[in-house]
C-alpha cells in the first residue's frame, strides 16, 4: 500500500522544493547552483510521478488532479527567488508576476476547461521555467551546462511526454482562443 502513495509523494515534493527555494534567498545569489539543482530535482520527479502511477495502475488522487499546480508553485518559487536575490531587476520580475499570477488565479478557478488555464499558464510560465538556467549561464556556468545536460537527456529519454506537453499545450490555447 506505501508504493501506491509513491506518485502522490513525488508530486507533493515539488511544493517541499517550492519551500526549500525560497529558504535560499537569505543565502542571496550564491545560492543560485543549489536552486538549480532543487529544480532539476522537481523536473524530475515531474517526469516519474506519472510513470509510476501507470505503472501501479493507480486511480489520480487529488494531488495527481493537481500535479500541474506543484509545477508551477515550484517555478513561482524559483521565479521569487531570482528576484529577491538581484538575479532578475525587480522593476521586471514584481510587475510581470504581480500581473500574471492573478490572471492564472482567476482563470483557474473560473474555466471549466483545465486546458485552457494549463495552456494561458504556461505561457506566462515558460519564460521562468528557464531564467534560472539562463541566469545561471552568467553566473554559475556549470548549473547552467547541467540544466543543458538534463534538458538533453530528458528528450532523450522522453520524447513523447514532451510532444504530449506541446499537444496539450497547443489543444489549451485553441480553447482558450475559441469563444466560450
Not at 486511480?59 to 532578475?88: K, R
Not at 483545465?114 to 506566462?124: C, E, V
Not at 534538458?151 to 511526454?161: E, K
Request: with cysteine; proline share 6%.
Amino acid at each position: 500500500m506505501r508504493r501506491r502513495r509513491l506518485p502522490d509523494l513525488l508530486t507533493a515534493s515539488r511544493a517541499l522544493i517550492a519551500v526549500a527555494i525560497l529558504g535560499m534567498i537569505p543565502a542571496g545569489p550564491g545560492a543560485l547552483r543549489s536552486v538549480a539543482l532543487l529544480l532539476l530535482l522537481g523536473w524530475t520527479t515531474d517526469m516519474l510521478d506519472g510513470r509510476v502511477a501507470r505503472r501501479l495502475e493507480k486511480e489520480p488522487t487529488w494531488i495527481g488532479e493537481h500535479e500541474f499546480q506543484f509545477d508551477m508553485l515550484m517555478v513561482l518559487a524559483s521565479a521569487i527567488y531570482l528576484i529577491a536575490v538581484g538575479l532578475v531587476p525587480p522593476a521586471v520580475g514584481i510587475p510581470y508576476l504581480g500581473l500574471a499570477v492573478p490572471l492564472c488565479l482567476w482563470l483557474n478557478l473560473r474555466s471549466d476547461e483545465f486546458l485552457r488555464f494549463k495552456a494561458f499558464t504556461m505561457l506566462l510560465a515558460f519564460p521562468w521555467v528557464f531564467a534560472p538556467f539562463i541566469v545561471a549561464y552568467f553566473h554559475e556556468r556549470g548549473a547552467a551546462y547541467l540544466g543543458l545536460l538534463w534538458m538533453g537527456g530528458a528528450l532523450v529519454l522522453d520524447w513523447r511526454r514532451f510532444t504530449g506537453v506541446v499537444g496539450d499545450f497547443l489543444a489549451g490555447a485553441r480553447a482558450f482562443l475559441r469563444r466560450p
